[in-house]
């Protein structure tokens, strides 16, 4: 087992900080005002008795703000792509919209005169009611269809049905904040909580029109995103607004209420999965269709039915979808994004399949999985060992010896015990990156790089590789992350973050062994000639593993080349192979569930996943990721629901006692596994990204499992006990 | 926030004459208070710390034992006397919050907490209880969590302790100081109010009175009780469903029962009717469901609670059964 994480000592001691946790002279703080209507437009402010707080420096709103050059006007905040030009219009989408920012010596003062300030309204006629519009929105075909529809009319065996997900918000424990400061007229500092300081810096940049060197945007310590925090929401453009009206650093800090609506979540879906077999299990066909909801100002739109082109072979595939604009704020990426979502009606789907067909859905798997080429692209998989993961989970739970064909067939007292599984799929996706190695006097270095670690283990799995590398002892290697002005780096999500850092840390760490053999050739000519590759590091400096040795001191390499540090960085990206193959990370779930007969209480006791992901830099890292994946997975599955008020046009419940994500006592301890296998064709570790595929799967495998358990077949998340009761 | 003046109160006599002034607000442990002044919920110009005044003991008396207002949720779970003779207190405290809200929590301010319901919670939504003649959401809203017993048109709002249904089930004593320093006992049953027209109104508690103390009279149940709540998650969650469930047997037959709800209505709820259906039966599973059948012909769910019927039918049979395995 690994040796922990490098920021963990930082984290438990308290002296990682945290975004909204930098002490900045003379910083003051801003407090978010939200409209208290869904739709309409803002007639008037009325500031007066907020404005009397002591304390209060300044409210600002659309009609005070600094004005963001970006959003000049109409054409050109529709250029911005940002899609809620916040204090820059009158027109009001979703309750809870920012409409004004309270400023304030102290948090108190500005929290009191938030709770102050009101608006006169012109309301509008609004629809926040998913389930009942989604039928009257048409379908588009998307992605790759082959083969057609009639070649499988026939069909021996078709699972059709629809299922649901209810809206889910990612909760990070740590809420979103921003510290802005104006260092001068034309610079602009931030202490932000977000997974990619470069898209912060590129962003605010964009918007602001000055140059990305100006903008300054450290995260150094991320206390979790689950995809919130891709994005650059509202609070961030009020802060640097609010900063440049009081020319001072100003702190905004969401409140958990405003986490709920202003920095997105996984939207609602309905799903229709149509899927057909011969009378030996062999897929023919299917027909996944899909809509979602979304914001009416903006346009996201994630793939549900993606994983339905990629996982089996299966000949005939058609794929639709469609989004639903709702007067509800945007959402955004959650993790396992679309295929998360989409896994849960195709996976149960073919449990229901294999039901119908009488056959183990292990089998039903392992017979149908496209292991050798991704059917949708026709590329071959660079690597794909999913029907290795279904085999070893299934040995791991001791699937043959306890599964029951028949449903509803085990009981204990008034618990009925069932087992399910499902599988996951995730592209294996890579970016460009730089990373910089950086070696003091005493032999010391520190690797580093723009990307954030948002808990992920990527700062640990960066010193792993470069002391795999380099051979230097964990102990010498520090590593520097979050911060824009160290080398670029992509957003950490999508699961990319270790697979883009590995190949840029591998260059990096060949750049530096040429550097070394450079200024060392100064002390001995020998190294004028040598493959950097043969290069050691001991102690005191460094040796070749053959040419017989050569010593040479790190004193005196620094000493004679007249060196305060060596200082290298080198970048790296995906290259030619992305065209050969298609790359994947997969998984198998399997669960074992207790439900009660008579109060509709599930729970899951046991949890095996295991994982595909290429080389596992870091099993401790890698196995904390896939535990609490399947803890996300299991809050999808039985806990996780946004409520929304149809007639009031909002959400309720908008805190942690309203909002049920799992609690410890809700998990198992939960078995992961690797089959580490690296793919030696994605980058230079062979390691593929873990974070997403641990989520995708374990919600069906949870529903397929409450099946097997009770005959009852649950299609709508969360499967909460009332559902369990009333089915 | 609102800015607020704190005092620390050192005897029940000064709290009880400064309580009943404009204004003037108790805190004791404080986990339901603060986040209601957080939520400008409650909006105190003085708060007074009472933890220094109130009694923080538990101590037996002539008729069963006395739990002083301060002692904490944490301490009296894990008391050894309340294990052993009042298990059913321990089992439902338990049952509540988190281990670091028990730990400040103080059994008097648990009485007094506020019902949960998302409506009441969100200022900008419309609740007759925090806003009087706003208008109830929950009524025609998410109603999932709402009462389906003893509510009005008013409210459907339910009572989130869990501790008050055990001590609703045993018959305890609510012991009340007010400002004439005299000592007045609230029978537990009329201590919580139902919503009717005035759902602002939680309890029966005296405009300058403090609670100091809820006596449980001594009982022979503390073999064979059980608290069963049903909540969406293991942990931290306020009941959809929970049940106290008390048997005295002599043999196999039921000598005395009790049975009370929470996640059913504004108060803490007894089912009388199935407790005296009880009284002399067998304790066999069929009698079991046949009480639990009783309990609710009670109840008429809302638009979003229907599964709470089933769910409150089950929770009684598992409670009862249970009891029996105490």
Same mark, same amino acid.
């Given at each position: 087992?690994?040796?922990?994480?490098?920021?963990?000592?930082?984290?438990?001691?308290?002296?990682?900080?945290?975004?909204?946790?930098?002490?900045?002279?003379?910083?003051?703080?801003?407090?978010?005002?939200?409209?208290?209507?869904?739709?309409?437009?803002?007639?008037?402010?009325?500031?007066?008795?907020?404005?009397? /707080?002591?304390?209060?420096?300044?409210?600002?709103?659309?009609?005070?703000?600094?004005?963001?050059?970006?959003?000049?006007?109409?054409?050109?905040?529709? %250029?911005?792509?940002?899609?809620?030009?916040?204090?820059?219009?009158?027109?009001?989408?979703?309750?809870?919209?920012?409409?004004?920012?309270?400023?304030?010596?102290?948090?108190?003062?500005?929290?009191?005169?938030?709770?102050?300030?009101?608006?006169?309204?012109?309301?509008?006629?609004?629809?926040?009611?998913?389930?009942?519009?989604?039928?009257?929105?048409?379908?588009?075909?998307?992605?790759?269809?082959?083969?057609?529809?009639?070649?499988?009319?026939?069909?021996?065996?078709? =699972?059709?049905?629809?299922?649901?997900?209810?809206?889910?918000?990612?909760?990070?424990?740590?809420?979103?904040?921003?510290?802005?400061?104006?260092?001068?007229?034309?610079?602009?500092?931030?202490?932000?909580?977000?997974?990619?300081?470069?898209?912060?810096?590129?962003?605010?940049?964009?918007?602001?029109?000055?140059?990305?060197?100006?903008?300054?945007?450290?995260?150094?310590?991320? $206390?979790? #995103?689950?995809?919130?925090?891709?994005?650059?929401?509202?609070?961030?453009?009020?802060?640097?607004?609010?900063?440049?009206?009081?020319?001072?650093?100003?702190?905004?800090?969401?409140?958990?209420?405003?986490?709920?609506?202003?920095?997105?979540?996984?939207?609602?879906?309905?799903?229709? /999965?149509?899927?057909?077999?011969?009378?030996?299990?062999?897929?023919?066909?299917?027909?996944?269709?899909?809509?979602?909801?979304?914001?009416?100002?903006?346009?996201?739109?994630? #793939?549900?039915?993606?994983?339905?082109?990629?996982?089996?072979?299966?000949?005939?595939?058609?794929?639709?979808?469609?989004?639903?604009?709702?007067?509800?704020?945007?959402?955004?990426?959650?993790?396992?994004?679309?295929?998360?979502?989409?896994?849960?009606?195709?996976?149960?789907?073919?449990?229901?399949?294999?039901?119908?067909?009488?056959?183990?859905?292990?089998?039903?798997?392992?017979?149908?999985?496209?292991?050798?080429?991704?059917?949708?692209?026709?590329?071959?998989?660079?690597?794909?060992?999913?029907?290795?993961?279904?085999?070893? #989970?299934?040995?791991?739970?001791?699937?043959? %010896?306890?599964?029951?064909?028949?449903?509803?067939?085990? %009981?204990?007292?008034?618990?009925?015990?069932?087992?399910?599984?499902?599988?996951?799929?995730?592209? =294996?996706?890579?970016?460009?990156?730089?990373?910089?190695? +950086?070696?003091?006097? !005493?032999?010391?270095?520190? /690797?580093?790089?723009?990307?954030?670690?948002?808990?992920?283990?990527?700062?640990?799995?960066?010193?792993?590789?470069?002391?795999?590398?380099?051979?230097?002892?964990?102990?010498?290697?520090?590593?520097?992350?979050?911060?824009?002005?160290?080398?670029?780096?992509?957003?950490?999500?999508?699961?990319?973050?270790?697979?883009?850092?590995?190949?840029?840390?591998?260059?990096?760490?060949?750049?530096?062994?040429?550097?070394?053999?450079?200024?060392?050739?100064?002390?001995?000519?020998?190294?004028?000639?040598?493959?950097?590759?043969?290069?050691?590091?001991? +102690?005191?400096?460094?040796?070749?593993?053959?040419?017989?040795?050569?010593?040479?001191?790190?004193?005196?390499?620094?000493?004679?080349?007249?060196?305060?540090?060596?200082?290298?960085?080198?970048?790296?990206?995906?290259?030619?192979?992305?065209?050969?193959?298609?790359?994947?990370?997969?998984?198998?779930?399997?669960?074992?569930?207790?439900?009660?007969?008579?109060?509709? +209480?599930?729970?899951?006791?046991?949890?095996?996943? /295991?994982?595909?992901?290429?080389?596992?830099?870091?099993?401790?890292?890698?196995?904390?990721?896939?535990?609490?994946?399947?803890?996300?997975?299991?809050?999808?599955?039985?806990?996780?629901?946004?409520?929304?008020?149809?007639?009031?046009?909002?959400?309720?419940?908008?805190?942690?006692?309203?909002?049920?994500?799992?609690?410890?006592? !809700?998990?198992?301890?939960?078995?992961?596994?690797?089959?580490? %296998?690296?793919?030696?064709?994605?980058?230079?570790?062979?390691?593929? $990204?873990?974070?997403?595929?641990?989520?995708? $799967?374990?919600?069906?495998?949870?529903?397929? =499992?409450?099946?097997?358990?009770?005959?009852?077949?649950?299609?709508?998340?969360?499967?909460?006990?009332?559902?369990?009761?009333?089915? | 926030?609102?800015?607020?003046?704190?005092?620390?109160?050192?005897?029940?006599?000064?709290?009880?004459?400064?309580?009943?002034?404009?204004?003037?607000?108790?805190?004791?442990?404080?986990?339901?208070?603060?986040?209601?002044?957080?939520?400008?919920?409650?909006?105190?110009?003085?708060?007074?710390?009472?933890?220094?005044?109130?009694?923080?003991?538990?101590?037996?008396?002539?008729?069963? *034992?006395? *739990?002083?207002?301060?002692?904490?949720?944490?301490?009296?779970?894990?008391?050894?006397?309340?294990?052993?003779?009042?298990?059913?207190?321990?089992?439902?405290?338990?049952?509540?919050?988190?281990?670091?809200?028990?730990?400040?929590?103080?059994?008097?301010?648990?009485?007094?907490?506020?019902?949960?319901?998302?409506?009441?919670?969100?200022?900008?939504?419309?609740?007759?209880?925090? @806003?009087?003649?706003?208008?109830?959401?929950?009524?025609?809203?998410?109603?999932?969590?709402?009462? *389906?017993?003893?509510?009005?048109?008013?409210?459907?709002?339910?009572?989130?302790?869990?501790?008050?249904?055990?001590?609703?089930?045993?018959?305890? @004593?609510? *012991?009340?100081?007010?400002?004439?320093?005299?000592?007045?006992?609230?029978?537990?049953?009329?201590?919580?109010?139902?919503?009717?027209?005035?759902?602002?109104?939680?309890?029966?508690?005296?405009?300058?009175?403090?609670?100091?103390?809820?006596?449980?009279?001594?009982?022979?149940?503390?073999?064979?009780?059980?608290?069963?709540?049903?909540?969406?998650?293991?942990?931290?969650?306020?009941?959809?469903?929970?049940?106290?469930?008390?048997?005295?047997?002599?043999?196999?037959?039921?000598?005395?029962?009790?049975?009370?709800?929470?996640?059913?209505?504004?108060?803490?709820?007894?089912?009388?009717?199935?407790?005296?259906?009880?009284?002399?039966?067998?304790?066999?599973?069929?009698?079991?469901?046949?009480?639990?059948?009783?309990?609710?012909?009670?109840?008429?769910?809302?638009?979003?609670?229907?599964?709470?019927?089933?769910?409150?039918?089950?929770?009684?049979?598992?409670?009862?059964?249970?009891?029996? @395995?105490?």
């Amino acid at each position: 087992m690994a040796e922990g994480r490098v920021e963990g000592i930082s984290k438990v001691t308290g002296s990682g900080k945290y975004a909204a946790e930098y002490k900045v002279d003379n910083v003051c703080y801003g407090v978010i005002v939200g409209s208290t209507i869904p739709a309409g437009e803002i007639e008037a402010y009325h500031l007066d008795d907020a404005k009397e /707080v002591a304390g209060v420096l300044d409210i600002i709103t659309h009609l005070n703000r600094p004005s963001i050059p970006a959003f000049e006007n109409e054409e050109s905040i529709k %250029k911005s792509g940002f899609s809620l030009p916040v204090l820059h219009t009158d027109k009001v989408f979703f309750k809870g919209q920012p409409i004004a920012l309270v400023i304030a010596e102290t948090l108190e003062d500005a929290t009191y005169a938030a709770s102050l300030v009101t608006a006169t309204y012109k309301q509008s006629s609004f629809n926040v009611d998913f389930d009942t519009t989604h039928p009257s929105i048409p379908l588009a075909g998307t992605g790759k269809e082959r083969g057609t529809m009639d070649a499988w009319s026939n069909a021996a065996f078709v =699972a059709d049905a629809e299922y649901n997900i209810k809206h889910e918000v990612h909760n990070p424990m740590e809420m979103h904040a921003t510290i802005a400061t104006w260092v001068s007229k034309d610079k602009l500092k931030l202490w932000d909580k977000n997974q990619g300081v470069n898209n912060v810096q590129g962003t605010l940049s964009r918007l602001w029109k000055m140059p990305a060197a100006n903008i300054e945007v450290i995260s150094e310590f991320v $206390g979790g #995103g689950f995809g919130a925090g891709l994005l650059v929401w509202p609070h961030v453009l009020m802060t640097v607004m609010a900063a440049q009206q009081v020319k001072r650093p100003v702190k905004v800090v969401l409140t958990r209420p405003q986490m709920f609506t202003l920095v997105g979540y996984r939207p609602q879906a309905w799903q229709k /999965v149509k899927i057909g077999a011969d009378k030996d299990g062999n897929f023919l066909g299917i027909l996944h269709q899909s809509k979602h909801s979304k914001s009416v100002y903006d346009n996201y739109r994630e #793939g549900i039915t993606r994983i339905s082109r990629m996982l089996y072979k299966i000949p005939n595939a058609k794929t639709e979808e469609a989004t639903v604009s709702l007067n509800l704020s945007a959402p955004t990426w959650m993790r396992g994004p679309g295929d998360c979502s989409g896994a849960f009606g195709l996976e149960c789907a073919i449990d229901e399949l294999s039901y119908q067909l009488k056959k183990d859905p292990v089998q039903l798997r392992l017979q149908n999985l496209a292991t050798e080429i991704d059917p949708d692209t026709q590329k071959p998989w660079s690597t794909n060992f999913l029907n290795e993961c279904v085999e070893k #989970g299934a040995a791991n739970i001791e699937w043959a %010896k306890y599964r029951k064909a028949q449903p509803a067939s085990v %009981k204990e007292g008034d618990w009925m015990i069932g087992y399910g599984m499902a599988c996951g799929m995730w592209f =294996a996706g890579r970016s460009k990156a730089s990373a910089g190695i +950086k070696m003091q006097k !005493d032999g010391t270095i520190s /690797v580093e790089t723009a990307m954030t670690d948002i808990g992920t283990g990527t700062g640990t799995g960066m010193q792993n590789i470069a002391h795999d590398n380099l051979g230097i002892p964990k102990n010498k290697i520090k590593v520097n992350l979050g911060n824009s002005n160290l080398p670029a780096a992509p957003s950490q999500g999508g699961s990319t973050g270790l697979s883009t850092m590995s190949g840029a840390v591998v260059a990096a760490c060949n750049e530096f062994r040429k550097k070394i053999a450079e200024l060392a050739s100064v002390v001995d000519e020998a190294y004028k000639h040598v493959n950097p590759a043969d290069i050691v590091f001991t +102690k005191n400096g460094v040796a070749l593993q053959t040419q017989g040795n050569r010593p040479v001191s790190y004193e005196n390499i620094f000493a004679k080349n007249n060196l305060e540090i060596i200082d290298v960085q080198a970048t790296s990206g995906p290259g030619e192979e992305r065209q050969k193959y298609a790359f994947c990370s997969g998984a198998a779930h399997f669960v074992r569930v207790k439900v009660h007969a008579k109060t509709g +209480k599930v729970k899951v006791d046991k949890i095996v996943s /295991v994982v595909d992901a290429g080389y596992v830099v870091n099993d401790k890292a890698a196995a904390n990721q896939i535990s609490g994946a399947a803890v996300g997975g299991l809050g999808m599955a039985l806990t996780e629901e946004q409520l929304v008020d149809h007639k009031l046009g909002c959400v309720v419940g908008n805190d942690l006692a309203g909002y049920h994500f799992p609690v410890n006592a !809700d998990a198992p301890i939960i078995d992961v596994s690797f089959i580490g %296998k690296p793919d030696v064709n994605i980058n230079p570790a062979g390691a593929k $990204g873990l974070g997403e595929v641990g989520i995708i $799967g374990m919600a069906p495998a949870v529903a397929n =499992a409450i099946y097997n358990a009770t005959g009852k077949r649950l299609r709508n998340l969360p499967i909460t006990p009332d559902k369990v009761l009333m089915a | 926030m609102r800015p607020f003046t704190f005092q620390r109160i050192q005897s029940l006599d000064q709290a009880s004459a400064r309580k009943a002034n404009d204004g003037h607000q108790c805190i004791a442990g404080g986990t339901n208070l603060l986040d209601l002044m957080k939520k400008n919920i409650t909006v105190p110009e003085v708060l007074l710390d009472i933890t220094k005044a109130l009694p923080d003991q538990i101590e037996t008396t002539a008729k069963g *034992i006395r *739990i002083g207002a301060m002692v904490r949720n944490s301490a009296a779970a894990n008391h050894d006397l309340i294990r052993s003779k009042f298990p059913l207190v321990s089992k439902a405290l338990l049952a509540g919050a988190s281990p670091q809200i028990r730990n400040m929590a103080s059994i008097g301010g648990n009485l007094l907490q506020r019902t949960r319901c998302p409506y009441f919670y969100d200022t900008t939504l419309p609740c007759n209880k925090r @806003n009087p003649g706003t208008g109830c959401g929950a009524i025609d809203g998410e109603n999932r969590m709402s009462a *389906i017993v003893g509510y009005s048109t008013e409210c459907v709002a339910v009572h989130p302790s869990d501790l008050c249904i055990a001590l609703a089930a045993l018959d305890a @004593n609510v *012991i009340i100081r007010t400002t004439d320093k005299k000592e007045t006992i609230i029978p537990f049953k009329d201590f919580h109010r139902l919503p009717g027209e005035t759902p602002e109104q939680d309890n029966n508690l005296p405009v300058s009175g403090i609670i100091t103390a809820v006596d449980i009279p001594s009982n022979q149940f503390f073999k064979n009780a059980a608290y069963v709540k049903l909540r969406d998650r293991e942990s931290y969650a306020f009941a959809l469903i929970s049940v106290a469930a008390a048997l005295e047997l002599n043999g196999n037959k039921i000598v005395q029962a009790r049975l009370a709800s929470g996640g059913v209505a504004h108060k803490p709820w007894r089912w009388y009717e199935a407790e005296a259906f009880l009284k002399g039966k067998n304790a066999t599973l069929e009698t079991f469901q046949k009480a639990a059948a009783i309990v609710v012909k009670e109840t008429k769910p809302l638009s979003n609670n229907a599964f709470k019927v089933p769910m409150l039918k089950g929770a009684v049979e598992v409670a009862l059964q249970n009891c029996l @395995n105490a």
